[in-house]
């Protein structure tokens, strides 16, 4: 079955940085397009930033500049490097993929950024 399992997450002073990791098995990784997904107390969850099977990105306007999505075939694995982290970027943070016409999301890693 599929499996996202996220990391890296943690608590951070503004202007800090993190690196997510998200770790894929039960899919054929290099075909897939990944995503990050963020969910703060109260709000509707937000796309961040994703990634096509050849790389190509995409960010939310609220993180370009600052975030950078990554992924690495050879470990199954999809990264997002946060840089200048603000206290707004405080959420939990999702991996996700659509495999064979299902989502699938990971459990969820905590960002706190402290001001």
């Known amino acids: 079955q599929v499996q996202l399992v996220e990391s890296g997450g943690g608590l951070v002073q503004a202007g800090g940085s993190l690196r997510l990791s998200c770790a894929a098995s039960g899919i054929i990784f290099s075909f897939n397009y990944m995503d990050w997904y963020r969910q703060a107390p109260g709000k509707e969850r937000e796309l961040v930033a994703a990634?096509?099977?050849?790389?190509?990105?995409n960010y939310a306007d609220s993180v370009k500049g600052r975030f950078t999505i990554s992924r690495e075939n050879a470990k199954n694995t999809v990264y997002l490097q946060m840089n200048s982290l603000k206290p707004e970027d405080t959420a939990v943070y999702h991996c996700?993929?659509?495999?064979?016409?299902?989502?699938?999301w990971g459990q969820g890693t905590q960002v706190t950024v402290s001001s």
């Open positions: 990634i096509s099977r050849l790389g190509t990105t």
């Open positions: 996700h993929v659509v495999a064979g016409g299902r989502d699938y």
